[in-house]
Each structure stands twice: as structure tokens, then as C-alpha cells.
């Protein structure tokens, strides 16, 4: 069966730009996460969702992070006004619900220059 | 608010050794816990989920053990193999909250 998938699996970008990391999770998973990770650390939580809402969005950074998931299923994470620190590895995550055991995609390097 | 500490930061055995990697918690309230793996530009690989009320998880060559009172879980591989070579991360996850992920142990098995 199909694992959780991400796109691109590369993204370059110039500070001050737009960009969106797009997440396809597991069918029939509930809950989404996503988290950024930085060379040598391990992910730092960014937002869950439950189906379509956001039930936690306490470890997005700022205001320029935003993430949505319309239809319950495929989530994109936004992020307006790139910085240099925002280059990261953003990875996703799926579970059938909080708690579960999480299955993780291969994640988004994104790079600001 | 809960904090995670993986140790050793590094380790490096040859091949055929048993080793132990060690996941300290300061938050004793958790729900679980869970191992994973991840390869060098990869995503993270699930290896064992502990639930709370659980002392020890097996898997093959993996055995995962729980002390939620003092705060430790340790991941025990029999026998590495140069395939086992990876970044080894513990998440725990409290109740109603999300995973806190540990910065992981980067394992080398040498031929």
C-alpha cells in the first residue's frame, strides 16, 4: 500500500518568497502532523490535524507558517515571506488518531537563499 | 513541558556487537513512546511503539523497554549489522499532546 508522500522532495526559493510543502498521508489516517527538522536535530512538532481541523498549531514559529487540510485527507503547509532560518527539512507525518503510531514521508528539503 | 535526551550523541561498534541506546524523559505522564530509524537524507522508519502501560516492545533484533518512573526508555539491538547504521530517534508522546522527539543517536556498525 501507499506510504505517506510529500512534494517536491526539493524546493529552492529566494528569500521573501511564497512557498507551499504539500503532504498526501496514509488513506484512511486521521491525523496529520507536521514537523521541520534541522541538520543533527530531531523534528521539532510544527501543527496537528484531526480530519480537517488544526488541534494543535502551538508549534508553528510565527505567523508567516500556516497549514490547512480542506478535505480531510492531502494537508499543505504554507509559508509566506521566506527567511533564511526557515530552510529545514519539513517532514509529515499520518496516524488513525492521536497517539497511534506515526508514519512518516520522506520529507521537503527547502533552502532559502 | 516535556524534554528529550537521547545518549550517546554518537556511537560507533563493530559488527556483531549487542548495544544499547538510551531516551531520557523528564515528563513521567506520557502515552506512549515510540522508536524510530532514519537513514541519512531520509525520512523517519517506525521501529517499536511502547504504550504506557507496556515495560518492553520486540521486534527481531530490536527489543524496546519503558520505565515511565524514572523517565527511561532503552533500545536494545542483538547482534548489529552494518545495516543497522542509521539515526536512532526516541518520540514520546503525552496525553492529549504530541510527540517530543529526542535529537538521536547516530549509529555506525563497522564491517
Known amino acids: 500500500g501507499a506510504g505517506v508522500s510529500q512534494t517536491p522532495s526539493n524546493k529552492v526559493t529566494e528569500k521573501g518568497k511564497y512557498v507551499e510543502l504539500r503532504c498526501d498521508p496514509i488513506?484512511?489516517?486521521?491525523?496529520l502532523y507536521w514537523y521541520r527538522q534541522s541538520l543533527g536535530q530531531g523534528p521539532e512538532f510544527l501543527i496537528y490535524?484531526?480530519?480537517?481541523?488544526?488541534?494543535?498549531d502551538s508549534g508553528l514559529p510565527n505567523d508567516r507558517f500556516f497549514a490547512v487540510r480542506p478535505e480531510g485527507s492531502v494537508s499543505t503547509l504554507k509559508i509566506q515571506r521566506t527567511e533564511r532560518g526557515d530552510s529545514a527539512v519539513y517532514l509529515c507525518?499520518?496516524?488513525?488518531?492521536?497517539?497511534?503510531?506515526?508514519?512518516f514521508g520522506p520529507g521537503t528539503r527547502l533552502l532559502v537563499l | 513541558k516535556q524534554e528529550v535526551t537521547q545518549i550517546p550523541a554518537a556511537l560507533s561498534v563493530p559488527e556483531g556487537e549487542n548495544l544499547v541506546l538510551n531516551c531520557s524523559f523528564t515528563d513521567s505522564a506520557i502515552y506512549n513512546l515510540q522508536w524510530f530509524r532514519q537513514d541519512p537524507g531520509k525520512g523517519l522508519t517506525s521501529l517499536l511503539l511502547?504504550?504506557?502501560?507496556?515495560r518492553e516492545q520486540t521486534s527481531g533484533r530490536l527489543n524496546a523497554s519503558l520505565d515511565k518512573s524514572s523517565g527511561r526508555s532503552t533500545l536494545y539491538i542483538a547482534a548489529s549489522q552494518p545495516g543497522d547504521s542509521a539515526t536512532y530517534l526516541c518520540?514520546?508522546?503525552?496525553?492529549?499532546?504530541?510527540?517530543?522527539f529526542g535529537p538521536g543517536t547516530r549509529l555506525s556498525v563497522l564491517p
Open positions: 488513506s484512511g489516517h486521521t491525523a
Open positions: 511502547i504504550q504506557s502501560s507496556q
Open positions: 490535524f484531526q480530519g480537517t481541523g488544526a488541534a494543535d
Open positions: 518520540a514520546v508522546n503525552n496525553y492529549g499532546q504530541n510527540f517530543v
Open positions: 507525518a499520518s496516524s488513525q488518531g492521536l497517539g497511534a503510531s506515526q508514519y
